[in-house]
């Protein structure tokens, strides 16, 4: 094969992505490079630490600390910015970018975060952005929703997009298990990070909802402007009570759009969903979402959403995409050339224009006329009562008390849960979830 059908790829970072990237990239390099028509060349790989050992062993020559020299090489047509982090990696991608390259990323935080500049650079400069695997692993969403769904609005788009989360809430579930006890299981299998605080707050899962909300409404919406809530304070009590109601519990993430308004909402949380749902069903590391289009209907994706093989699959994907580009100026990413939208746009929704049923959990003092008085406040707020649990609880002289509500909306039920907490009668922080009804 000629010199001028050799492609070159320069990875930045080369952790457990990166390792995972080449060593399937290798074992598939032949069939890859047949289908393409260009041979495949890694030319250089930028580290923290060269003389780290790792899995997967590269040549000495072919490793570099500077990040920003790889990006910058005339001879590398493809960067691969698999670091993580949005301050480095962000100067790389725009970086390459500037030079006309095709970057491949899975980094939802740097996406998040900069995505308008991201794009605005590679539709000035000739470059080309291509991140499947930043959003549910080895699940196609990406091009799901930029080719095969491109005929479509989308009025819903849900799901569980966070694979730690997930696992610990089926965990706590199946097990009757505490969340403190199933997270340091979590982070002995690897599941969890050290510090879990961006997974179990739901901070991964919003700037997943972030990109997905882009892909399909063009509108960026900072997670700061979610509603954006974490499992931390979930009980295996809740289970229980959410099973009595006919529900199991899920982290989602939630993008819906109500075209008659124009009107956006974006939200991250955990929520109720009816035991027959399919995604209530998806347990585990496993990721699941449902794209609703006005014209297909709704579509499921279900797969691993997580670790080293899927999010592998997804990067090499994109490279396989970005050579055919470079070599055959097809597979062009609709994506890199989507301008921003006009002034006075979808806008996102206020308050009380996003609607639901609620269920509220409380720690009440076990005495009379103590539900007369909650009930008194959500009335106050139009918030009405469909269903009352009472159980013992783990403290003498209380109780505890679940509330599930007819459809009322995040505004009522916000200040219905501040005024409700300072009730003398409430003796700790109310739980405060979603009930999801969504059609299948």
């Given at each position: 094969?000629?010199?001028?059908?050799?492609?070159?790829?320069?990875?930045?970072?080369?952790?457990?992505?990166?390792?995972g990237?080449?060593k399937?990239?290798?074992?598939?390099?032949?069939?890859?490079?047949?289908?393409?028509?260009?041979?495949?060349?890694?030319a250089?790989?930028?580290?923290?630490?060269?003389?780290?050992?790792?899995?997967?062993?590269?040549?000495?020559?072919k490793l570099t600390?500077?990040?920003?020299a790889?990006?910058?090489d005339?001879?590398?047509?493809?960067?691969?910015?698999?670091?993580?982090?949005?301050?480095?990696?962000?100067?790389?991608?725009?970086?390459?970018?500037?030079?006309?390259?095709?970057?491949?990323?899975?980094?939802k935080a740097?996406?998040?975060?900069?995505?308008?500049e991201?794009?605005?650079?590679?539709?000035?400069?000739g470059?080309?952005?291509?991140?499947?695997?930043?959003?549910?692993?080895?699940?196609?969403?990406?091009?799901?929703?930029?080719e095969?769904?491109?005929?479509?609005r989308?009025?819903?788009?849900?799901?569980?997009?966070?694979?730690?989360?997930?696992?610990?809430l089926?965990?706590?579930?199946?097990?009757?298990?505490?969340?403190?006890c199933?997270?340091?299981?979590a982070k002995?299998?690897?599941?969890?990070?050290?510090?879990?605080?961006?997974?179990?707050?739901?901070?991964?899962?919003?700037?997943?909802?972030?990109?997905?909300?882009?892909?399909?409404?063009?509108?960026?919406?900072?997670?700061k402007?979610?509603i954006?809530?974490?499992i931390?304070r979930?009980?295996?009590?809740?289970?229980?009570?959410?099973?009595?109601?006919?529900?199991?519990?899920?982290?989602?993430?939630?993008?819906?759009?109500?075209?008659?308004?124009?009107?956006l909402?974006v939200?991250?949380?955990?929520?109720?969903?009816?035991?027959?749902?399919?995604?209530?069903?998806?347990?585990g590391?496993?990721?699941?979402?449902?794209v609703?289009g006005?014209?297909?209907?709704?579509?499921l994706?279900?797969?691993?959403?997580?670790?080293?093989?899927?999010?592998?699959?997804?990067?090499?994907?994109d490279?396989?995409d970005?050579a055919?580009?470079?070599?055959?100026?097809k597979?062009?990413?609709?994506t890199?050339?989507?301008?921003?939208l006009?002034?006075?746009?979808?806008?996102?929704a206020p308050?009380?224009?996003i609607?639901?049923?609620?269920?509220?959990?409380?720690?009440?003092?076990?005495q009379?006329?103590?539900?007369?008085r909650?009930?008194?406040?959500?009335?106050r707020?139009?918030?009405s009562?469909?269903?009352?649990?009472?159980?013992a609880?783990?403290?003498d002289g209380?109780?505890?008390?679940?509330?599930?509500t007819?459809?009322?909306?995040?505004?009522?039920?916000?200040?219905?849960?501040r005024?409700?907490s300072?009730?003398?009668?409430?003796?700790?922080?109310?739980l405060?979830?979603?009930?999801g009804?969504?059609s299948?």
């Amino acid at each position: 094969m000629s010199k001028s059908n050799v492609i070159k790829i320069g990875l930045c970072g080369f952790g457990t992505v990166g390792q995972g990237v080449w060593k399937h990239l290798q074992r598939t390099k032949g069939e890859m490079e047949a289908r393409l028509g260009v041979r495949l060349e890694l030319a250089r790989v930028a580290v923290r630490d060269p003389r780290r050992k790792r899995a997967v062993r590269l040549p000495a020559s072919k490793l570099t600390t500077d990040a920003m020299a790889v990006a910058c090489d005339p001879a590398i047509g493809i960067v691969c910015e698999l670091m993580g982090g949005t301050d480095l990696a962000r100067q790389v991608t725009l970086a390459a970018l500037r030079e006309g390259k095709v970057v491949v990323s899975a980094n939802k935080a740097l996406i998040s975060a900069h995505g308008a500049e991201i794009f605005a650079t590679a539709r000035k400069h000739g470059g080309h952005f291509f991140f499947e695997a930043s959003v549910a692993g080895g699940i196609p969403i990406i091009k799901a929703l930029r080719e095969g769904l491109v005929a479509n609005r989308f009025p819903c788009i849900y799901g569980i997009l966070n694979g730690t989360c997930n696992y610990i809430l089926t965990q706590m579930e199946e097990l009757d298990a505490p969340y403190d006890c199933v997270l340091a299981e979590a982070k002995q299998l690897g599941y969890a990070e050290a510090d879990e605080a961006l997974d179990v707050q739901g901070w991964d899962a919003a700037h997943k909802a972030a990109v997905l909300a882009w892909l399909a409404h063009g509108r960026w919406v900072d997670p700061k402007h979610m509603i954006v809530e974490g499992i931390d304070r979930i009980t295996p009590a809740d289970f229980k009570n959410a099973a009595t109601l006919g529900y199991g519990i899920k982290l989602l993430a939630i993008i819906v759009r109500d075209f008659a308004t124009d009107e956006l909402s974006v939200r991250v949380h955990p929520t109720l969903l009816p035991e027959g749902n399919v995604i209530a069903n998806v347990n585990g590391v496993y990721n699941a979402i449902s794209v609703t289009g006005d014209v297909v209907g709704t579509t499921l994706y279900i797969g691993r959403g997580a670790g080293q093989d899927a999010t592998a699959s997804a990067v090499i994907s994109d490279i396989a995409d970005a050579a055919a580009l470079l070599r055959h100026g097809k597979n062009l990413h609709l994506t890199s050339e989507v301008a921003p939208l006009p002034a006075g746009g979808v806008k996102l929704a206020p308050l009380e224009r996003i609607r639901g049923c609620y269920y509220l959990r409380l720690t009440v003092r076990d005495q009379p006329g103590v539900l007369a008085r909650i009930a008194s406040v959500m009335a106050r707020h139009h918030v009405s009562i469909a269903s009352v649990i009472q159980n013992a609880s783990e403290t003498d002289g209380t109780a505890s008390l679940v509330l599930t509500t007819h459809e009322s909306n995040e505004r009522a039920m916000q200040t219905t849960l501040r005024d409700v907490s300072r009730l003398a009668s409430v003796v700790d922080r109310p739980l405060l979830l979603r009930i999801g009804e969504f059609s299948e």
